[in-house]
Each structure stands twice: as C-alpha cells, then as structure tokens.
Nanobody, 120 residues
Framework: QVQLVESGGGLVEAGGSLRLSCAAS????????MGWYRQAPGKQRELVAA???????NYADSVKGRFTISRDNAKNTVYLQMNSLKPEDTAVYYC??????????????WGQGTQVTVSS
C-alpha cells in the first residue's frame, strides 16, 4: 500500500503565494515521475507541473514563470511553490505519483486533493 498526504492549500489573495507538499509513504521501491494536477469546477483535470527522477520539469503554459515544482527524493516528497496567484488558479490540486512498488510493478497514485482558492 502507498499513501499520499497533501498539505498547504488554503485561501489567498490575488498576487499571493502558497506552497503545496505531497509526501509518499508505504511500499515504495522507486518513485519515477511526481506531479501536480488541478481541477476547477466544471472543468477537466489538467496537468499543472511534473518532475522526473532527473529533475527535468514540465509546466502548463498558464503557470510558467509563476509556479515551481521540486522534489526531495530522501523524503519522497514533491512540492509546488505557487507565486503571483490569480483567481483562475482556484481549483482542487491533486498530487500524482508514478512509482514502482516492486521491480516490474509500476503504478500511479493520486492524493486526496487540496483546495486552493484565490480571491480577487
């Protein structure tokens, strides 16, 4: 079993900052890609940012230059630093982790979601 625990969401004014964290624990052999998705009301879930084992990152165009994803491999944790937040960033943010439970058995896990609300 693998558990993902997210933290760091909340309410912030436009222009403010928040930092999300997601810690993975349990039966983990190796973590591959870690990422963040978000889903706003009435919209599909979309990729916000992802980072692989080599530290290579990928961002949605809408957050480039404002959000930074990072990971601490020793802690099996991924972070999302969100700066210059806009009302359109309001959504439930989900952690996503692609990992090997044992060699040859690869699975994807989702966090429970954390609400981010940006007021104008």
């Amino acid at each position: 079993q693998v558990q993902l625990v997210e933290s760091g969401g909340g309410l912030v004014e436009a222009g403010g900052s928040l930092r999300l964290s997601c810690a993975a624990s349990g039966s983990i052999f190796r973590i591959n890609v870690m990422g963040w998705y978000r889903q706003a009301p009435g919209k599909q879930r979309e990729l916000v940012a992802a980072i692989n084992t080599g530290g290579n990152t990928n961002y949605a165009d809408s957050v480039k230059g404002r959000f930074t994803i990072s990971r601490d491999n020793a802690k099996n944790t991924v972070y999302l630093q969100m700066n210059s937040l806009k009302p359109e960033d309001t959504a439930v943010y989900y952690c996503n982790v692609d990992l090997h439970v044992v060699p040859g058995l690869r699975s994807v896990y989702w966090g429970q979601g954390t609400q981010v609300t940006v007021s104008s």
